[in-house]
């Protein structure tokens, strides 16, 4: 009888070592410089994340969409603390569990979200700011999407920049640097203006949201002062050919232009343009 009892007790005795040994298991934890697709991963540091979404001027009417999401901190911090919407897109599949977890103690799951997918095959053209901390290639390589995005979107880039395209601000933290940028609107090519009973034919020359151009004046092709372009708001001036300067300022759809204008005799109105 006790030979039989010995076994069925070692039984026993392994069935409750077992929850202890091989049946807990531990979240899934991520390691600093682990590989990922394209990089390895470092976290942002909070106070870069905070600086990030400040310079993008979040707000609660924001969409926010995050290009490599990691931990999803900045997800996190665009619902918590700006009251964004805001979207994460993480390649590695444990890393967007440990994500959402993330997510759920926050308390803003029905704000923020994590997602498995590649940031290279993923439709982000909805988001008014795109942030991201990716190695310099990777952002050249999104680069051609991003500038086809809205203009007036907002991108914030931690560590890297884009190369030619020059960043409207940078932040400094610490000897870590945050790169911020608006999509500019497409105005290269020829535009024929209406201002009032009067019709110009303009030239903007683009690169990226910097422009210059000229005006067609009878036989004069005179310069286009104070040429800005800031997202989808243009502004530029030029001198007619009685001497007196007019300022233009509107906005950029696509095809079309339209605004205010004044000039130094006083005189105000609205114009429009369409591209030729």
Known sequence: MHSAIRPLALCAALLLALPAAAQTKKDYEPQIGQSGKD????????????????????????YVVDLGAGDGKIAIAAAKKF?????????????VKHAMRNVEKAGVAGKAKVVHGDIFASDFTQATVLTLYLLPALN??????ILNMRPGTRVVSHSFTMEDWEPDETSSMDGRRAYFWVVPANVMGGWTLEAGSERFELSFEQKFQKIEGSVTLGPVQAGLRDARLRGFNIAFGFVDNAGAKREFSGIVTRARMEGSFRTDAGAEGRWTAARK
């Open 140 to 145: 050249l390589k999104l680069r051609p999407q």
């Open 83 to 95: 009251g964004a919407r805001s979207l994460g897109i993480e390649y590695n599949p444990e890393m």
């Open 39 to 62: 990089v390895i991963w470092v976290p942002t540091p909070d106070e870069v994340v905070d600086r990030m979404l400040r310079m993008a001027q979040v707000t609660p009417d924001d």
